[in-house]
């Protein structure tokens, strides 16, 4: 049972963890931590959970977690309803969330390998790398676009109503922040957090927590691209964006 009230505190610790990182506002000042923080802390807590069930199911065996679950084929007639609930509930628990993230990591794939396809029928390349953009795929359309199609060869893609609405340091800036999320892989940042809000899609509190990184990771990208181009004119081009108007992000693409 030494197992179990560890799995507990951990809970606990984690759960706190959240309701802390939840209230804080220091996080915006250090998105990168704040990130760091809610990654080990949503982990533990998930981890713990499920250790919590199957640590109580298998006390009986009076062995560590691992070894009991490989005697569980042989030995589950020695176990009471109760612990047998305990058990079936953490190896169900667990198996669903591993499930469900490998599920969104393959919708989500397969919606980015859709959406570069389109692209590879209807965008051009920006022309000379030199120039802000020149290594983005252009869209010709009027309307304000710029986002980051993450994977393995990510894609920066703007629209041509965004070069005319920008000036070149502002573009500049834009394309610095996609470039942000591509090469610090935001997409894996958000994946697990994403999937759970999957998993309860009407839970007000996973709603609340998916926004808060997704936040934290615009925070980020807008970091670096202020560090190599200055704030003001990254401030100037999202006032630009808002006074515009902007489409929609596409799914599995991280947007400005």
Wanted: glycine letters at 8%; proline letters at 5%; one cysteine or more.
């Amino acid at each position: 049972m030494i197992l179990v009230w560890h799995q507990l505190g951990a809970v606990l610790v984690a759960a706190g963890a959240v309701v802390w990182l939840s209230a804080s506002r220091w996080t915006h000042a250090h998105p990168r931590a704040a990130l760091v923080l809610w990654q080990i802390s949503g982990l533990t807590l998930v981890i713990a959970l499920v250790g919590a069930l199957l640590g109580f199911g298998l006390a009986p065996f009076a062995r560590g977690l691992l070894p009991a679950l490989l005697d569980l084929p042989h030995r589950w007639g020695e176990l009471d309803v109760w612990h047998l609930a305990a058990v079936s509930a953490g190896l169900l628990a667990g198996a669903w969330l591993v499930v469900n993230q490998l599920w969104c990591l393959r919708d989500t794939a397969r919606a980015r390998a859709r959406h570069r396809l389109l692209l590879r029928l209807v965008a051009e390349p920006g022309g000379d790398a030199a120039e802000p953009g020149g290594d983005a795929l252009v869209l010709d359309h009027p309307v304000a676009v710029a986002y980051c199609l993450p994977g393995r060869h990510p894609d920066i893609v703007v629209s041509a109503g965004t070069r005319r609405l920008l000036d070149r340091t502002e573009l500049a800036a834009v394309l610095a922040h996609e470039r942000a999320h591509a090469r610090e892989r935001h997409d894996l940042v958000l994946a697990p957090f994403q999937a759970l809000r999957r998993l309860v899609p009407r839970s007000r509190m996973l709603t609340g927590v998916c926004s808060t990184i997704e936040l934290l990771v615009e925070m980020c990208a807008d970091d670096r691209a202020a560090r190599r181009h200055g704030r003001e004119p990254l401030a100037r081009a999202l006032e630009r964006f808002h006074a515009n108007g902007v489409a929609g992000t596409p799914t599995g693409a991280l947007g400005a």
